[in-house]
């Protein structure tokens, strides 16, 4: 089985299949050994449900896709142990930006399909999601805010993160995770992806059942 790695995008994460030595220094917590199986209980248990705020204000409160259900994770995978920075995202960018891979227009990101990678144009906009926002295009230049360089990265969007992916795997000589076009995920590459939604909530709450991990 091989090695998965995953790697954060604020928010989002990135995994690997590999152990190879990287060019881009990654720092990564392993999660899941190989040939290792786990089972745990994903969402929230019904006591869990009682402790969050929604449900004390409201006691009908309920979401279905909270309630709680057994999981079996059986593939090995590491996940990045800090959240991307601006800095890191932009170094990265810069590089698809350099290659074609990605495209500056109607000052933003995009990809050669026409989908947006980021969100300057409209956090720009807010000025309670803006003042948080660390990049910003300038002259058809992509640019990190001033002291906003260690930052989380933030406003990227899921077509943004999976271009990340694959092009830190292609800067790292691993094989890209993702088909751009079709947006699959394929399974017998090693190169960086996002975590499944067991596979975040498995490493976020690290063996522990903590109501807000």
């Avoid at 790695?5 to 999660?31: A, R």
């Avoid at 142990?81 to 995202?89: G, H, L, M, S, V």
């Avoid at 090693?190 to 498995?202: D, F, K, V």
Wanted: some cysteine; glycine content about 6%.
């Amino acid at each position: 089985m091989k090695q998965l790695t995953l790697l954060t995008i604020s928010l989002l994460f990135l995994i690997s299949c590999s152990n190879n030595s990287e060019k881009v220094n990654i720092e990564f917590v392993e999660i899941i050994k190989k040939a290792e199986t786990v089972n745990f209980l994903m969402g929230a248990t019904e006591d869990e449900l009682n402790r969050q705020p929604h449900r004390q204000n409201d006691p009908n409160y309920y979401y279905s896709d909270e309630s709680a259900l057994k999981v079996i994770l059986d593939r090995a995978y590491q996940i990045r142990k800090y959240e991307i920075t601006n800095q890191q995202f932009a170094d990265v960018m810069y590089i698809g930006l350099e290659s074609g891979q990605i495209l500056i227009k109607n000052g933003d990101l995009y990809d050669p399909f026409g989908r947006q990678l980021l969100g300057i144009k409209h956090f720009s906009e807010d000025k309670y999601l803006g003042v948080q926002f660390g990049l910003e295009i300038q002259k058809e230049e992509l640019k990190i805010i001033e002291s906003k360089e260690n930052w989380a990265a933030h406003a990227v969007t899921w077509i943004g993160a999976i271009t990340y992916c694959n092009l830190l795997s292609q800067i790292n000589g691993f094989e890209p995770v993702y088909d751009l076009q079709d947006m699959s995920w394929d399974h017998s590459k090693n190169g960086y992806r996002l975590p499944t939604e067991a596979e975040w909530e498995y490493a976020a709450r690290a063996d522990k059942r903590y109501t807000y991990a």
